[in-house]
């Protein structure tokens, strides 16, 4: 199962093919105590164009911040290959990557140096990375370029002296020192007060439209990601769920999970709000259900999303979604025949060992619960 | 007790009746620190919570709406302290027992205060981890809660009573053998909930109950609380600064700044109609999740140092369309056009001309849904 964003939009600067992650995690006490794969992202294909935003969104747990720090090498993954300008990236972390593809963190509060000035912080990367001989004008430049003036006030304060919003300004202009071409920005604005978070949207935007950068949006916000964001793709359960062009992803959901998302949102527009009692919760990564990932929640759920895990399917052009409902009937029923059969189709090229699943526990217990 | 006397207003405007009040506070000021170094982090707040309804409280952080939620059911830390107003609970307990009549929370002995928390008003914060123990199961902390407030209750019933209340948010029994640590998130926060409705309160304090959950999780949460709200008829005040969200959930809005409250109104005409510079920006901070995108600026600057205040109107170096007359004077929340609704802005005080942005017409359903009564605890098993 992949869904394919490499179509929308030309230029691709980064992309993921195929991610896959997983964290050894402990399981059991004492003697007894093994471990576990715990799949925090499987099989999930991402590309981000010069002067292009894409938004990932999902729920906590649902392998986002993996992603982008995949794609920043902060962790290495388990399969798959990361493409800068379609040639692998290389091993490690060279700095040569790092002055290509910089990450801006959710928490400016943890993310500068509290006992260093703002200068500091902002000429670190300039020195380490050669970028400028004139560490001064570079440092105001940057300070400017994230609209915080005058400059020479500003390098001169401390983290603790700002507000939040001008701190994760200063956090985006010390990723803009080493003028990379791409930018993974996780939950810029969610630790910020409501007031400012357009201005820190509207920032990215601008780098996006005037230098051309390359712009992964990592959310929980679905309307911040349709605000900001040329395509947005859709986490579950550590899979992509949906792909499209951020309107027609919001006014048009092809995936239940992507429409539950936005019946959760909050929406005053809407006449009455949406009823979803008892909706679940996302699965353990541990032990995922079986098939689709999403079936033990799905109002739609068939008999085939108990067992084989969806293919991505093209919705309309551009649009993708990995749900059996978009599947013709025909193909459905090959797969369906093929499972029956034995052979098990998972669509996933990440081999992984049995034992350490239970796979076919919760496959029996999801199928005896809707009967 | 003090008959409050339902404000005579515009009857067509208030087509329901308003339901009494009762949790009513009053000039309420709250400082942090002491003399000189003394920073106001709540001043002269007057709010009216009415029986069986939901008052949203908004602004950003550091604008005080935890404060003064805090300090009316005293609870504020050190160094905060409450330097005026009184906090007027009129109390009308749903069950047998349980204090009557009016008491004044701020005046109140500590034996006074027992016999209202938790049982009269009950509190709801944002972390949940941080407010369960994490070192005895959920059961166990029923089990003290209603050891010490229902003591006629046998091991058997205070049991059967918690199974009820994890059944009432859509937990199951075999959660009160849980550690806090075994729930996700959300289950945690029904929890909280479950155990702050255990003694059947007239009034529920939510502190951004929803804000560290996922939106679904925070939908299924808030749907179940509404539903509650219907059963029981308690009556709550809701704290969050997603304001979107009060919008769907509150019957009345009151929003906050710097320490102050700027505007108060109905949610249908908060939202439709806003009559504050500041809430007009509030509003604009949400991208709509429908209709073509447009490019939107929120509110310009940062949000006031408390300690360096600007003269005049707070917002004024945010406000798009300042005055001379908000840079030297401070408006104070007057009435407009009813008694549903109070702002605190000069562009309204009839000199100046409203622009068009803050004066949308009232929508026309503006009224106020009835309040909850809780006809329904009627039906419910009472012990």
Redo the contacts between chains.
Sequence with gaps: MSVDTASVGTGTVLEARNLTKWFSVKRGRGMLAGHARLYAVEDVSVSIGAGQVTAVVG??GSGKTTVARMLAKIITPNGGEILLDGRPAPRGRPRDYARQVQMVFQDPFASLNPVHRVRHNLVRPLKIHHVTDDIDAGVAGLLRRVSLEPPEEFASKFPHEL????RQRVAIARALAVRPRVLLADEPVSML???????IL?LL?DLRDTDGLAILYVT?????A??LANTIVVMYAGRLVEAAP??SL??EPAHPYTQ???????????PQ???????G?PPSLVAPPSGCRFHPRCPYAMEICHRVSPPSVEVSAGHTAACWLHVDSGRRQVEEGRSADGVVTTHSPASRPGPERSQQTTATRAVSKEK | MIAPEAPAGNPAATPVQLAEPVLEIRGLCVDYGYGVDAVSAVVDCDLVLRRGEVMGLAGESGSGKSTLAMAALRLLRSPGVITGGEVLFHSKPFSDEGPRGTIDLLAASEADLRAVRWSEISVVLQSALNSLNPVITIGAQFEDLLKVHRPSFSKRDRWDRSAELLDMVGMTADRLRSYPHELSGGMRQRAMIAMALALEPQVILLDEPTTALDVVTQREILEELMGLREQLGFAALFITHDLSLLVELADEIAVMYAGRLMERAPAASLFRAPRLPYTYGLLNCFPPMHGPRRAMEGIPGSPPDLRLLPTGCAFHPRCPWAMERCRQERPVLRALGGPDREVACWLHAGAATIPDELNHPEPPAAGRRPAATGRARAARVRR
């Design positions: 729920e906590s507000s939040g919003g001008q007060d409501v007031s400012i978070r357009l201005g509207n935007a929980h916000d679905i309307a911040s349709r605000y951020s309107v919001t006014d539950l998302l936005l019946s959760a949102a909050p929406d005053p527009e809407r709000p949406p009823s979803l009692v008892r909706s919760s």
